[in-house]
């Protein structure tokens, strides 16, 4: 993952995207597996390639929610992702019991001086 994070780096998303695929692939863990996932996610989150990155974000979520899951899958399972900026990640999901569709905003915390 560290060579698709250097393409990332310098603005080549399509290499960067080739280099987490084969690290998923070839991924001796599981949680190597989902970290690799993840990268992927956030990487097509860059390209505007919302229906990729919800893919590589489930996968990633199915093998480690606990380190993966922006917010409680299992109550508010995301049907597509509406939005993503600097701020964050707009979803839209159902909500489990109800079946309401509700938006749920994920928000990133990177750039926080403190826990969001």
């Known amino acids: 993952t560290d060579v698709g ?11 960067a995207g080739e280099s987490f695929a084969v690290a ?8 190597e597996r989902a970290e690799a ?14 229906a990729g990155a919800l893919n590589d974000l489930r996968a990633a979520v199915d093998l480690d929610p606990a380190r993966f ?12 992702i509406l939005g993503a900026g600097g701020f964050g990640v707009t979803f839209r999901c159902r909500h489990r019991l109800t079946g309401a ?6 928000i990133n915390d990177s750039g926080l001086d403190r826990d969001a």
Not at 24 to 31: L, P
């Open 69 to 80: 899951a922006p917010f409680p899958f299992d109550k508010y399972p995301p049907d597509r």
């Open 101 to 106: 569709a509700v938006a749920v905003k994920s």
């Open 24 to 31: 998923a692939a070839v991924a001796a863990s599981a949680g």
């Open 5 to 15: 994070k250097l393409h990332v780096a310098v603005g080549d998303f399509d290499g």
């Open 37 to 50: 996932l993840h990268n992927a996610y956030r990487t097509k989150l860059e390209q505007d390639d919302y």
